[in-house]
């Protein structure tokens, strides 16, 4: 009998755990005897991946957090490089999770089994010379912004753009008006949304000062109501141990969409989150602090002016950006003032958070990188092919 087509991921955060899952879904439409393996987590595994690692322990971020978690992530590539050359699958598509992905790339290649990079590192911001490396290590690289296949076509390393993500995923359930009743929020009120992140130690640097600004914002206007998504990986004693009972805040969970769509202005950390707000045009703030050595180690390797992802695609200020040292109660509790009392300043922001929901494109990633994914293993050539071809979405 023949052999079914195997592909093997390689996810290492809760973000790329969900374009693995979302890509595979869309593959087995196509190819439905396709078998999948590799490291994911809960997303992957309901897909159908037959999950050999669960990548959950080891999402961390920051220099300090991998140092601290180094054994771990140094087993669990030697066990991945193992599984590679054990299972020696069709194609290997490697999910963001840049300097454990490149290694694990790079060790495929060696072994012969084709690479298909999802989500290209941030080379833009800094160590551009990376490309190259990179170039050698995969066989094709997907990129998630338009303005990126430039630094790889500049190498003449394989690369297509697949559209981002989040624009597929960004549909809520409900109306905004289901919603704002389903959450028990006075729609004649301002809405405030506290966006703290996923991640265990984002909750401890920046909620405590995220709810501080909340405080000052209540004082000026007594009126406003605040609402705290709860992502999946914070557990609830986590954040109740955090939340003030003088502080009338609604916590959900699972539902970040419905959440964003009811909110008139927004304070969140860096990431992904700050596009999904982008793309409900919704007025926010930005705001991220790191451990001392890695914020220090970044101010000396990132060279782009902006980490929110709404100005990156920008290539402007659009959203106002509070790192580190800026990131106070003061300043978040100004700028959220200053969002809901300035009707100019507000409208203004969101028709430049429209240009940047318009630069992303119509969406179709899982499915552009599924229809990637197959002619990639069903083609030898496909990978150089490609680089050739016009790019999606344009």
Known sequence: MTKPLTVMFSAGEASGDQHAANLFLELKKQVPDIQALGMGSSKMAAAGVDVRYDSSAIAVIGVVEVLKHYAEIRRVLAFMQRLVAEERPDLLVCVDYKEFNYKLAKFAKQQGVKV??????????????????YGKAIDMM??????????YEAENVPVRYVGHPSVDKVHPQYAKAEALQLFGLDGQRPVVGLFPGSRANEIKRLLPVMLAAAVQVQQRLPAVQFVLPQASSIPDALLAAYLPEALPIKVVKNQPYEV??????????????????????????????LSLLTYWLGRLLVKTPFIGLPNIVAGKLVVKELIQHEATADNLAAEMLRILTDDAYAQTMRAELVQVKQALGQGGASKNMADLVVAMLRCPLASASLSQRASLNQ
């Open 260 to 289: 964003m769509q009811c909110c008139d202005a927004v304070m969140t950390t860096s990431g992904t989150a700050t596009l999904e707000i982008a793309l409900f045009t919704v007025p926010m703030v930005i705001t991220y602090k």
């Open 142 to 151: 997907a990129v998630i912004f338009p303005f990126e296949t430039a630094y």
């Open 116 to 133: 298909l990079f999802y989500v290209s590192p941030q080379v833009w911001a800094w160590r551009a010379g990376r490309v190259k490396q």
